[in-house]
């Protein structure tokens, strides 16, 4: 069920999830704007900052819709809800590991191909499409995957998290489109990649915790080792392991089984993904 004390380790994991999205939706941006310079159209940017706001309003939109509709809930439903919830945002979270993985080697070249012809069709809309649903993507899936959060960790310092996330990331796109060597786009995102694969492990363990509580998957019910005098999951490195991680001072089986065999595979699929990418040869 929900956890009611304050959990501040949920900051890093708002910083975290803002910041990963937050460059993602800056490095569209970034390319789009740099491809109007390029093709002489400053002119057309006037769209595109139009689109930016748009799409942050339509996420603060999500986010007042997605903070009415969940709440409320009590007894078995705030289980279920709580349960889909989190299943939901690892299934998405997983998607946009693995997409980012198979696209990213045409990521730049698919914007750059739509703002061209956005221009030379002389569309304002398109271009403000482009931003705007790029904004509006992030901005749901920074929503999403915050309510889990705080519905898996407990409330906390969210807001702070996520403003310095966002902080941080608008400062880190800009120094890369500046051309400041030191920071790795590559190695950015394959930090928190991992980190966010294991981040959604930790949802999917606690959505099996929530439908066991309430008899929907009774199965694997045994708890397989409790070591909370040790090490707590609901406060200091326990509480942090817990909002990052998944941690759980004493698991079941199910959410021991479900954790693993998670890593394990999308391990697997990431692996083999790049080993394919690796070893194709041009065509």
Same mark, same amino acid.
């Given at each position: ?25 800056? &490095? ?24 930016? !706001?748009? +799409?942050? @309003? %339509?996420? &603060?939109? !999500? ?10 809930? *009590? %007894?078995?439903?705030?289980?279920? !809800? *709580? ?14 590991? @693995? ?32 931003? $705007? ?5 992030? %901005?749901?899936?920074?929503? @999403? ?33 500046? +051309?400041?060597?030191? &920071? ?11 980190? @966010? ?31 909370? #005098? ?7 490195? +326990?509480?942090?392991?817990? $909002? =990052?991680?998944?941690? #759980?001072?004493?698991?079941?089986? %199910?959410? !021991?089984? =479900? ?25």
């Amino acid at each position: 069920m929900a956890f009611e004390e304050p959990s501040p380790p949920l900051l890093t994991t708002a910083l975290l999830i803002t910041l990963r999205e937050t460059v993602e939706a800056s &490095l569209v941006i970034g390319i789009v704007l740099a491809c109007l310079d390029r093709l002489q159209a400053r002119q057309e940017r006037i769209f595109v900052w139009m689109g930016i !706001v748009a +799409g942050a @309003l %339509g996420s &603060l939109c !999500v986010a007042v819709f997605a903070r009415v509709m969940l709440r409320g809930f *009590e %007894g078995e439903a705030e289980a279920l !809800v *709580e349960g889909f919830t989190m299943l939901l945002a690892a299934v998405l979270i997983t998607w946009m590991l @693995l997409w980012m993985l198979w696209t990213r080697t045409m990521f730049h070249q698919t914007i750059e191909r739509d703002v061209t012809r956005h221009v030379a069709l002389k569309s304002g809309v398109g271009l403000f499409l482009l931003s $705007a649903t790029s904004v509006l993507r992030e %901005g749901t899936e920074t929503v @999403l995957f915050l309510q889990a959060a705080l519905m898996h960790a407990g409330a906390g310092m969210q807001v702070l998290g996520g403003i310095l996330g966002i902080v941080l990331a608008l400062g880190a796109s800009y120094a890369l489109f500046c +051309g400041i060597r030191f &920071l790795s786009l590559r190695r950015f995102f394959a930090v928190t990649s991992v980190l @966010l694969m294991l981040f959604a492990a930790g949802l999917l363990a606690h959505a099996v915790h929530e439908f066991q509580e309430i008899g929907y998957l009774p199965f694997f019910v045994g708890i397989t080792w409790d070591i909370g #005098n040790v090490l707590p999951d609901t406060e200091g490195v +326990g509480a942090l392991l817990r $909002a =990052i991680l998944g941690y #759980n001072a004493n698991p079941t089986w %199910g959410e !021991v089984m =479900i954790y693993v065999a998670y890593v394990c595979a999308v391990g697997l699929l990431w692996r083999q993904t790049v080993r394919c990418k690796k070893h194709r040869l041009p065509v």
